[in-house]
């Protein structure tokens, strides 16, 4: 609870400086998605060639999970569930928790710290896109600079 409260301290310090960035500030417009039924290995190579931590897994267009580096590490230490043909869909998160892209930066990290993630999806026009505390961080750095 310690950290949360750090946290939340922390909102209010920078909240002046941010108070008009939106979600859709920060949000990229590049979503790479990957089916479930690829590998999870399919995904750590997609993550890693394009420098991201999350796909949105999308079946029929339409998204049913994501997966995050953050996943795949803690699949990968647990030796006797992981080996190279697992599937995404083993692993992804089903139960996503989205935000609209006219949310405040606060309202999206208040909802990281709620739900101790590192990664929400935003849904706009029946597209997701994940966004990564990095992402607002980065840009709440690039406006207090």
Do not use: W
């Not at 060639?49 to 699949?75: C, F, M, Q, W």
């Not at 892209?101 to 026009?125: F, G, Q, S, W």
């Not at 505390?133 to 840009?139: E, T």
């Amino acid at each position: 609870m310690r950290k949360t409260s750090h946290l939340i301290e922390k909102l209010r310090s920078i909240r002046d400086d941010t108070d008009h960035l939106l979600i859709k500030d920060v949000m990229t417009s590049n979503v790479l998605t990957i089916e479930p039924d690829k590998s999870v290995v399919n995904a750590a190579q997609m993550m890693l060639e394009n420098r991201i931590h999350a796909l949105i897994v999308t079946e029929d267009s339409k998204p049913v999970g994501i997966i995050t580096s953050y996943d795949i590490l803690l699949v990968m230490s647990i030796g006797e569930f992981f080996d190279k043909t697992t599937p995404v869909r083993k692993i992804m998160i089903t139960d996503l928790i989205t935000i609209n892209p006219d949310a405040p930066l606060e309202e999206a990290l208040k909802k990281m710290i709620e739900y101790n993630i590192r990664t929400l999806v935003v849904v706009e026009n029946d597209i997701s896109y994940p966004v990564t505390g990095q992402d607002i961080g980065s840009q709440v750095f690039i406006e207090r600079c």
